[in-house]
T-cell receptor
Framework: GENVEQHPSTLSVQEGDSAVIKCTYS??????FPWYKQELGKRPQLIID?????GEKKDQRIAVTLNKTAKHFSLHITETQPEDSAVYFC??????????????FGAGTRLTVKP | NAGVTQTPKFQVLKTGQSMTLQCAQD?????MYWYRQDPGMGLRLIYY???????DKGEVPNGYNVSRLNKREFSLRLESAAPSQTSVYFC????????????FGPGTRLTVT
């Protein structure tokens, strides 16, 4: 099955700096790559996603890039703020059958933004 | 809309006891999922139900069973709990298919002693 690796496991930045989290995947059939944010004690929530036919997607301070050839994708957060502190998970989804998909998550990155 | 709800929020079991985790969604979603979250291991899929009437094993199904009771409800059962099943359990739902967001419930923190 799909294997998703995520780096780094922890990341500490100063407020206003940029943060980059990288993920690699193994299955070339994977075609959907969401990113989830999980604040302490809360549920994971989708913050941005990208499909395999797109190389980059932006939403205000957040962007995701995808390199299908190298099988890696990255989350970029610019002008970080203390409220960006959370655990971020990448995921890769592989379709199979008519209506099914196999989504595998990375192990997570704990981002701390220091004021 | 409540979204995805789970009960209970917390549970402590002794080894060998059984219990059922309940999950319900009010978004008319086709697909529902059960994940476990352990420190340093992300979210791992236990079982999923692509549509009402179907269930399939995920990455870590051993020791668990599921029931898709109807379109709204998807329960997870531990028949004989083991300490290795100590974890936080999340239920999620989505429209189904590849490109749809998964919406997560608030989680159940389970401790098996």
């Amino acid at each position: 099955g799909e294997n998703v690796e995520q780096h780094p496991s922890t990341l500490s930045v100063q407020e206003g700096d940029s943060a980059v989290i990288k993920c690699t995947y193994s299955d070339s059939a994977s075609n959907y790559f969401p990113w989830y944010k999980q604040e302490l004690g809360k549920r994971p929530q989708l913050i941005i996603d990208i499909r395999s036919n797109v190389g980059e997607k932006k939403d205000q301070r957040i962007a995701v890039t995808l390199n299908k050839t190298a099988k890696h994708f990255s989350l970029h957060i610019t002008e970080t703020q203390p409220e960006d502190s959370a655990v971020y998970f990448c995921a890769a989804s592989t379709p199979f059958g008519y209506f099914n998909n196999d989504m595998r998550f990375g192990a997570g990155t704990r981002l701390t933004v220091k004021p | 809309n409540a979204g995805v709800t789970q009960t209970p929020k917390f549970q402590v079991l002794k080894t060998g006891q059984s219990m059922t985790l309940q999950c319900a969604q009010d978004m008319n979603h086709n697909s529902m999922y059960w994940y476990r979250q352990d420190p340093g291991m992300g979210l791992r899929l236990i079982y999923y139900s692509a549509s009402e009437g179907t269930t399939d094993k995920g990455e870590v199904p051993n020791g668990y069973n599921v029931s898709r009771l109807n379109k709204r409800e998807f329960s997870l059962r531990l028949e004989s709990a083991a300490p290795s099943q100590t974890s936080v359990y999340f239920c999620a739902s989505s429209e189904g298919g590849t490109y749809y967001e998964q919406y997560f419930g608030p989680g159940t923190r389970l401790t098996v002693t």
